[in-house]
């Protein structure tokens, strides 16, 4: 039987301390504060959205022959999921489903060693409908575009990021 | 979570992300919460080179960094001879690419992964729990960080009753693998019965 050299520490943390000092606010009113203060960043969440978007067009349209460089699609894999936090963050829906379709497939992309710009393209000219302050979609519109790009996957057959992912590592519930 | 309060003035934290929005949205979150402003970096170096220098009460890690994988500086940080600075927690934040480095970071020492977007609720929980949340702290050869059984253990059975008849804190002490996770399981049923 092999032995396994182990140490065990039972440390107690600064943040530890801090918490357990009388005072403080109601977590009730640190999440009220909290998502106040969020929502003053819809602004900046915008624009950052609009320089991913712009940053995203550029790669994708100067693909030549219809192929792409690795470097420029992971760079494109980057901004996609800059775009799919901000959109998650602050409820487009549409937009966040239609940019992680895109991290997919740029990912399975590069994954299987294809250069194709073809299906890059579709996505960033469906996520730009869906860019807030530019055209207004209907759902069912939204719906159907979703629908086509889901296709693309398929076509490809490319394993959704989101699968098998594992899940938060859940605390238990404190109580108190 | 009703009215419970929670006192965070004071606490600092490191916040490393290389996405500008998360890391001011991150920092909006963390005021709201009563925390003091957050140290933001965009890489892993110049998160590493920050550490030595100053006390940090809670870590927060986009799972991959620019410059690194999380885990590295994860495993950086577990192994630091300073004993408040790898005992700090720390939590990991993914991202929708990221999805797939959450084993590494877990098994590099993190206390916490957290998918991306980050609510307030969520967050707050996660900071309340790893604050009010009491973890050893295990050091084997191949890792280092936080027990990761969140299991709530029944009393021990046979010899060894107590959990510190195991762990001499700061003191290095041999036991097998298996005497080990045996001592960490609760009773079974047989034991019980008889």
Redesign the interface.
């Known amino acids: ?16 301390e ?11 009113r ?9 929502q ?2 819809l602004d ?2 915008l624009e ?1 959205t609009h320089h991913a978007m712009a940053a995203i067009e550029t790669i994708a349209y100067s693909a030549q022959n219809g192929r792409l460089a690795l470097d420029g699609m992971q760079n494109i ?2 901004q ?3 775009i ?3 959109a ?2 602050f409820g487009f829906a549409g937009l966040e489903e239609a ?2 379709s895109l ?1 997919d497939v740029t ?1 399975g992309l590069i994954s299987r060693g294809l250069p194709d710009s073809a299906p890059i393209v579709v996505h960033v000219q469906a996520m730009r409908l869906m860019v807030p302050g530019g055209v207004q979609l209907g759902e069912e519109e939204v719906s159907r575009i979703l629908a086509e790009l889901a296709k693309v996957r398929l076509h490809y057959e490319f394993a959704r ?2 699968a098998g ?5 859940d ?2 519930e ?1 109580a ?1 | 979570m009703g009215q419970s309060r929670l006192n965070l003035r004071g606490a600092t934290t490191l916040l490393v992300d290389s996405d500008a929005f998360t890391r001011g949205l991150i920092a909006q979150m963390l005021r709201g919460f009563g925390m003091d402003t957050p140290t933001t970096y965009e890489n892993g170096a110049a998160a590493k080179a920050h550490l030595l220098h100053h006390y940090i009460d809670l870590c927060i890690l986009e799972a991959v960094l620019p410059d690194m994988e999380c885990a590295q500086l994860i495993k950086w940080i577990r192994r630091q001879d300073k004993s408040p600075l790898r005992f700090i927690p720390i939590i990991v934040l993914t991202s929708y690419t990221q999805h797939r480095h959450v084993a590494m970071a877990r098994d590099a020492g993190a206390n916490l992964i957290v998918k991306k977007p980050v609510s307030p609720r969520v967050l707050l929980d996660r900071i309340a729990w790893v604050a009010k949340t009491s973890r050893p702290f295990i050091e084997t050869a191949n890792y280092a960080g936080p027990d990761r059984r969140f299991r709530n253990l029944e009393p021990l059975d046979g010899k060894n009753k107590r959990e510190t008849d195991f762990a001499v804190a700061n003191d290095a002490e041999n036991s097998t693998d298996q005497e080990l996770h045996a001592a960490a399981e609760p009773p079974s049923k047989k034991a019980i019965a008889s």
Do not use: Y
Request: hydrophobic share 40%; proline share 8%.
């Open positions: 039987m092999t032995r396994v050299a182990k140490k065990i520490h039972f440390p107690t943390t600064r943040l530890a801090l918490a357990a000092r009388p005072g403080g606010i109601s977590q009730s640190a999440l009220e504060e909290a998502t106040k203060s969020v003053t960043l900046v969440g950052t894999l980057r996609a999921d800059h799919v936090t901000m998650a963050t940019s992680k991290c990912d990021l989101s992912a594992p899940v938060n590592t605390p238990p404190i108190g």
